[in-house]
């Protein structure tokens, strides 16, 4: 697929074939693991009160959880009804837009958080355009977080979702090499990261002492088949995944890689 048909797909898949708003709540675990460990690493490099901008922030879930800590919260999404959802929360403004062009002054927010645009952008100039979008909105010394896709979590995604094997050997050896995603499922994926390539673009757009981790630690993938866990696994998990963060030869199997580093 080009960028125009990911794209029009993203319309579809996010406006009524996929529920967002349950992927962070009540879809599974691995979402609430998800939700807690972003939230901490927000909240611990930019301390409320902060202005933050939620680029690609759906529904809201993030947005909201941050308003309701003192933070003064902007939300962009280009899919029109996730932004009404999320304007309907009422104590943070939504508008629809775009990541790789963004309708705000330079310099107007402390942190910025651009959570699902990357995996939906096929092309690197697209991806680069959009992380320099975050950095030029956010103020010198600000922080801009960024969400990825690891390739790794495509093999153990497929465990759970076997249209993932819908792949040859050619298809799979390019999701390894450059990123391409796999499978048949009607996610649509433009690329998929390294943690490593993740550090390298946005260093690229100008982003400055980056750091990427494994967000949700490789516990996660064991939360994504349970709505319910007992809060000792989850306690297990989520330690997990703070423990080795950051370790190199663990961050790319986490569910998400997270890069943070100064506008
Ligand atoms: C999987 S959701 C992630 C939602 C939320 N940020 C989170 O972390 O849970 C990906 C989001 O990225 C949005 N998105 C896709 N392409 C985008 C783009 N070019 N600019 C801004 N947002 C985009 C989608 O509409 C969708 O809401």
């Not at 979590?153 to 990123?179: I, K, M």
């Not at 499978?183 to 982003?207: D, Q, V």
Request: with cysteine; proline share 5%.
């Amino acid at each position: 697929m080009n960028q125009n048909e990911i794209d029009e797909a993203i319309q579809a898949y996010y406006s009524g074939e996929f529920d967002e708003n349950a992927r962070l709540t009540t879809r599974s675990a691995q979402g609430r693991l998800e939700f807690e460990r972003t939230q901490e690493v927000i909240r611990r490099a930019t301390p409320p009160p902060a202005r933050v901008l939620d680029v690609g922030g759906a529904t809201g879930v993030h947005a909201a959880a941050l308003v309701a800590t003192g933070y003064d919260v902007v939300l962009v999404d280009p899919v029109p009804s996730q932004v009404a959802t999320a304007a309907l929360v009422g104590t943070f403004k939504a508008v629809v837009g775009d990541a790789r062009a963004l309708d705000f002054p330079d310099d107007s927010f402390d942190a910025v958080l651009i959570a699902g645009p990357l995996y939906h952008l096929a092309g690197r100039d697209d991806r680069r355009r959009a992380l320099r979008e975050a950095r030029r909105v956010c103020r010198p010394g600000g922080v801009v977080h960024a969400s990825a896709i690891p390739r790794l979590a495509v093999f153990a995604a497929a465990a759970l979702e076997p249209a993932l094997l819908d792949a040859d050997l050619d298809g799979w050896l390019d999701l390894l090499r450059v990123g391409t995603p796999v499978g048949s499922t009607r996610f649509p994926g433009g690329h998929f990261h390294t943690a490593r390539e993740l550090e390298e673009e946005m260093l690229a757009s100008g982003i400055r002492d980056v750091t990427v981790i494994g967000l949700e630690g490789p516990g996660g993938f064991a939360l994504e088949s349970v709505t319910e866990v007992n809060e000792a696994d989850y306690a297990a998990a989520i330690q997990l995944a703070r423990t080795f963060a950051g370790a190199g030869h663990i961050r790319d199997f986490s569910n998400h890689l997270l890069g943070s580093g100064l506008a």
